[in-house]
């Protein structure tokens, strides 16, 4: 079974720019979720998605972030403008849904996001 | 309330001795305890899972302690290998409530270093 894949793998851009990271998760998953990584601290989540619905984006700095997953699978998380603390590895998540909950998220390599 | 606190920030171990790491949490609607490894490079990798139903959770090396009355748990390592040195994060979500999200909550992370 192929896992979550990501792309880039690595992502340098100047502050204010934009970026975007693109995630492909495990086949048949519904649920994706996006992280982000700082350096030295476990993952936070961004936002969460149900086929292509919105279950979770408390955490997701709507001022300059946005994620969307036209068609349920494949999905997108922008950032734009850049700022120097955004500086991360943001981290795609998948899992299967189920009514009792689905708990068991498969991550992929990660995009390790540079701002200068 | 949110928060899983993991301790300790660094760890080493000579092979085949026992690792320990720690976590807490406060979030008594926490009912999945999920343990990742992540290799330098890589994304997070499930590792073992625990629900409070259980105190105690064995996979082959990996065991997991835990003790609801106190809200802690535990990663053992038995017989630490230096392929075993990575850093290991524990993390802690709720029950799905209609529409809620499944987040994890990560600790900040244990780096493992095992010494041949």
């Known amino acids: 079974e192929a896992g979550v894949a990501q792309s880039p793998r690595y992502k340098i851009i100047e502050k204010r720019q934009s970026v975007a990271f693109w995630c492909n998760p495990i086949s048949g998953h519904a649920t994706l979720y996006w992280y982000q990584q700082i350096l030295g601290q476990g993952p936070k989540l961004l936002i969460q998605f149900q086929n292509n619905g919105v279950v979770d984006d408390s955490q997701l700095p709507k001022d300059r972030f946005s994620a969307e997953r036209l068609k349920g699978v494949d999905s997108t998380l922008k950032i734009q403008p850049a700022k120097l603390e955004d500086s991360a590895v943001y981290l795609c998540?998948?899992?299967?849904?189920?009514?009792?909950?689905?708990?068991?998220?498969?991550f992929g390599p990660g995009t390790r996001l540079t701002v200068t | 309330q949110q928060q899983v606190k993991q301790s300790p920030q660094s760890l080493i171990v000579q092979k085949g001795g026992i690792s320990i790491i720690n976590c807490a949490y406060e979030?008594?609607?926490?009912?999945?305890f999920p343990w990742y490894q992540q290799f330098p490079g890589k994304g997070p990798a499930l590792l073992i899972a625990i629900r409070p139903d259980v105190s105690e959770k064995k996979e082959g090396r990996f065991t997991i302690s835990f003790n609801k009355s106190a809200k802690q748990f535990s990663l053992h390592i038995m017989d630490s290998q230096p392929g075993d040195s990575a850093t290991y994060f524990c993390?802690?979500?709720?029950?799905?409530?209609?529409?809620?999200?499944?987040?994890?909550?990560f600790g900040k992370g244990t780096k493992l270093t095992v010494n041949p």
């Open positions: 993390a802690a979500t709720g029950r799905r409530t209609q529409g809620g999200s499944e987040k994890l909550v």
């Open positions: 998540a998948s899992s299967l849904w189920a009514v009792w909950g689905s708990y068991e998220q498969y």
């Open positions: 979030n008594t609607a926490f009912d999945y």
